[in-house]
């Protein structure tokens, strides 16, 4: 059994919009760590070795479906909620913007 160290390197871009928050995930890529020793930068198009030649997809693609998923797609934050509580209730969007132009005018 190989041994392969794996570190996802990402970031969360935070927007600040009228209504709140909005966070997207921007997955930059995967350093995997193969076990002949050579730290390789993965992606989709990048799984193999450039030292002993070994093909990573496996590992690139259970970590990509473990980190790069939705618990990391959907951050839990308390602005993130009150964004998404927003958007589900449209109406209440729609009020607010009024109101928001009526101050505004
Ligand atoms: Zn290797």
Same mark, same amino acid.
């Given at each position: ?20 928050? #909005?966070? *997207?995930?921007? =997955?930059? $890529?995967?350093?995997? @760590? ?9 992606? /989709? ?24 998923? #939705?618990? *990391?797609?959907? =951050?839990? $934050?308390?602005?993130? @909620? ?9 109406? /209440? ?13």
């Amino acid at each position: 059994m190989s041994k392969v160290k794996v570190r996802i390197e990402g970031h969360y871009e935070v927007e600040d919009l009228p209504y709140g928050k #909005d966070y *997207v995930w921007v =997955p930059a $890529h995967a350093l995997i @760590e193969c076990d002949c020793g050579q730290v390789m930068d993965a992606d /989709e198009h990048h799984t193999t070795c450039p030292n002993c030649g070994a093909d990573r997809a496996d590992v690139l693609r259970e970590v990509a479906g473990r980190h790069l998923g #939705d618990e *990391v797609l959907h =951050p839990w $934050h308390p602005d993130y @909620e009150v964004w998404r509580t927003f958007k589900e209730n449209r109406t /209440e969007y729609q009020e607010w913007l009024e109101l928001r132009s009526l101050d505004q005018g």
